[in-house]
């Protein structure tokens, strides 16, 4: 440790940090930062602090255990025989396998593999970036957040690393991005080795939040060294209406007749390159920029005449439609056989990732005029790992390349192999993954044209199962994109771009206000577009913004959301709310890797609200967030295997996730909590000690449901948390109430259990539920109000009793953690509920 | 386990005492010349007297198509229920011994099916569902309506 500074004063009190981290060599100086600059004195005297840089996730399994007791894992899509080593393989089923291991624990390694599978598609991404701008700008290049952003402003890398927010350069992010990289191999590792569920499945936790420090990294650099817009670098009073909405995009947008060339995937430098490229060379106005998936996202931050097209999950389709004269290509969260479609219409294909090919020839050595001589000679693509040169190749091909047309079917065509249809197989709709009623279509087409097509065209992602299937080969998929020339030119929306992070300044402006009411809550959209019905994301972000929710958006959702078009008021979406963080307005962060803001700015609460510092301090963050608002992420389309982890870093900072529809229940793993089991549902009241009952809420970590109105219903009533006050609660109940009655024709079947007190009814419905509670759970009411309520426990207790023994009325302050537990010697005040008013302690 | 023909499985849902028919969002989309396959998931509800889990959106539907003790609930949540040592869920007194699946895709009923741990379970749909304990085979949608009609005339 030599003489490495130790110690500081914080207030009136020495904190020496060898006493609060457990091995302090080599993160002196971070330590001494966080501490200085954003840790304070109260933390060190009343709780037993520690601080954890470079996390591990043992270091944190106080608080993953904490989660997985309440939500125990159930399994799905389980697996029942290990061939994990060379002992087996060994069917779990009935017993342990030769290791020891258990059909649970195995089910858990599948559910890590599958995390730590979807954490490295973004690791390889952000790692490939750091790179280059390390070599281009070198490492002592300053990064920055955001002149808004300060310390107390939390990033994963803080959360998880302690390095300083603020000061940063790229080899801060370099050291962040190493740690992140070397807890993945151990989660890697352990998803072979592991036999605890619960230790492994903290581990899928622990590689969804290290895939928030990848995005971190690499939003941290499109930022600050690309341009990428930031709303920290703005002032709040803009935010209302920034950035404009000014992006337009979908099929129906891309000009006729301009050359097309469409980036892929995670293809942001390449991107980044062409489009300035065409800046400096004044040739924005005679090509069509277009973007599928995150590049649509990133690219619509800095240069407003991209038009984003679809979401990765829908790539096939586009490109077999056959717009792009050029497609750069990279890796992206999913494994497409894109050259199959690019083949078929004459797209040449730069395909851009070090990390892997995909069956193009190595023309990275070779000279520019080479390659694209060959390509536009018809050569399908090329494999690039010089980013520059990529660029370049991609601009001259686009303005060299003449492609055919007529790549699609023709209406007599698709009529001719309609007809080969069997009338009695029906094994595409069998085996399509959104059931969609392929079959019916088909002989529809035979009769009709292609025109039937339209309704299972919209819900078709083109994953290419029914062509596979078909016993008579009849291109189905060809049909289906023949199908899209009809709707094509309707295909239209606007979009804001991603506005990037938010800093504390903005959101402690309605953080409050969500508390106090006003609000049914706040809601989290993300979603990658395989949905069955494409307008679900739309309506979904519509209805709860609407409804005073405070809505984040981000990746592909958000273009699906911008679909959404009011036919009342002739508005996209967008053009219809706000984009401040507040009440009622829709806020897109940006592109996949951006929806890190809307959780680095969610978890801020304890910092705002209850003076906790971030810096290596997940477990209480956790804590203070879960127990106090932590709001609801819903996932509409979770095909790919980034969602996995995307959603574990979720739940793990307490955030409830509700996914669907239908690729949801390909999971292996959920987090469903019981709420009819009472004795599943407690805190710590920290200053007691004890253990206090509470409602079922929130109702479940990580639930699938099958359509759009269960999302929002079941969205609406997971905002609910013991210590919401009353108008939040009321409008919460409300609101959830009423969607279930609109969608289900009935009343939720466990709107009692998150009743405590006459005032928090709303009023709308409060003599009905008055009755019902009287009539049907036996508590005592007396006019319009609560007499006596049923405890959980089965007794009949007056109100006060119930006040001062059940949820957290009266200031209680919940943990689920007992190291949370402030110092009773050191508090200074009681709680109300123990003594009625808060008095200073003699 | 195999594939079962409509009369076998008739004869095992009527064994059963203590059954569930959970009915998923395919019943409001699936259309057999104008009868839709939430007709049938009343037909059978009623002759079999079943408590109905209403999921997706079906509840309304099935109410009114007369069925009686029927209620709005989320599949997912009925599947952790089982797994419980105690039965509270109120869709009905005692915990089910059978859990009849109609109206799922065959990716939700997979994932439903598989993840359920204290009951057996039925897969009424057109496509084989290995992991439930009895399931239906594979069928076009016109052998399935025909399985679907054997099976209520059965019951
Ligand atoms: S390509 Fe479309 S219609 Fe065919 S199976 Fe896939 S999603 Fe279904
Ligand atoms: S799989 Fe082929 S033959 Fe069978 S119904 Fe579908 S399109 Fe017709």
Redesign the pocket.
Known sequence: MGDKKTKTVLGSSEVDITKVCRDIRGVEDIVLWAVENDWMENRFQQFDTRIFPFTDQADVSEWDSHLLDRYTPLYCNTVETCTDCPLGPCNLSSGKGVCGLEFEGYQARLSLRKACRGCSTQMVHSRELLDYAIKVFGREKEVSWGAHHDASDLSHIGLFTCIPMGGQNLADLDRALAYAEAQLVKLSSASFTGTDAIELEGMVFHAGSMLMIGKDVIELIKMSLFGLTNASDHEVSEMIDWPEVNVVGGLGNVEPGKPVITFMGDTFLLAYLVANQLKEKGLTEKVEVCGIGPAGDDLARFYERVRPLAPMTKARKILRYGISDVLVGGSSCMNLDILEDTKRVGTRVIWVSRDKNIGLPDRTDSFVDDIVKDLVAGAPGAWIRLPEKAAEVALKVLQQVKRKGDYRLSEEKAKAEAKKCREDCDL?FS????S?L?SKAVQQVAKEGIKALAE?EK?????????KICPENIP??DL?VASMEKRAPGDKFKLRPGRGPLPRVETSSWAFSSMWGNTPGICHLLGCGDAKHEEDLGWIAYELTARNFITFVAGCAAGEVARHFNEKTKKYIFDEFGAEANLRNLINTGDCAACVHILDQAMKWPRTGAGASHYGNFAETADIYGNLVSPPLLVWGALPDRMYPIVAAWARGGCPVVVGPESAFDWHRFLPGNKWDWKRWWYYDSWTRKKRPVEPAPKHMIIPVETREEAVTAVTIMCQRPVAIRDFRLIGLETYVEFSLAAFGEWPDDWPLFVRSSWELPVRYKAKMLRELADKHGWEVERLNLKRAKHPDGRLVDMETMQNEFSCMGGVYPTRVPRMFPDPEIRNYKTSYEIGVKEKKS | MSAKRPSELATCLKSKKRALLLTGALCNELNFDGKSLLDYAAEIAKKLKLPVAATANTAKGLKERGVEKVAKKYAAEIVDFIRGPEWKEPITTEKPELLIFLGYSPKVARGLTSGVKGAETVALGNVYIKEANYSLGDASLKQYQQNLEQLIKAL
Do not use: E, T
């Open positions: 595409c085996n399509c993954p959104n969609l392929l299972v819900g078709c992602f083109g994953c290419g199962a029914c062509v189905l998929l289906i």
